[in-house]
């Protein structure tokens, strides 16, 4: 869990509710969510990476890596990669939507 985005999003929270901020413009939300975009890619690059250090490292025989931690890590990096997929396809149909709205 990425307690940096939690204090974050809690902090806007706060803030909204006191009225103080302004609404966001178009380029403060494609470039919000650019960014979230590009750290969840880092994130399942390094879950991937993570997976991939502990199962050459019990195939080298390092004992103190067992085989369910390797499991354990590999169906994490699994489940965020195939999440990633999801959320492309639906970026990529919605895009298509917009495509074909008449103008």
Do not use: C, H, W
Request: proline letters at 3%.
């Amino acid at each position: 869990m990425k307690v940096n985005g939690l204090a974050t999003e809690m902090q806007t929270m706060r803030l909204e509710a006191q009225n103080t901020i302004r609404p966001p413009t178009g380029q403060q939300v494609s470039a919000d969510f650019g960014n979230l975009l590009n750290d969840a890619i880092k994130s399942v690059n390094t879950l991937q990476g993570q997976s991939s250090d502990l199962a050459t490292r019990f195939d080298q025989g390092d004992r103190s890596v067992s085989l369910s931690d390797v499991m354990i890590a590999r169906n994490k990096s699994s489940v965020a990669f195939e999440a990633t997929v999801q959320v492309r396809n639906k970026m990529v149909q919605a895009y298509k939507e917009l495509m074909n709205m008449p103008v």
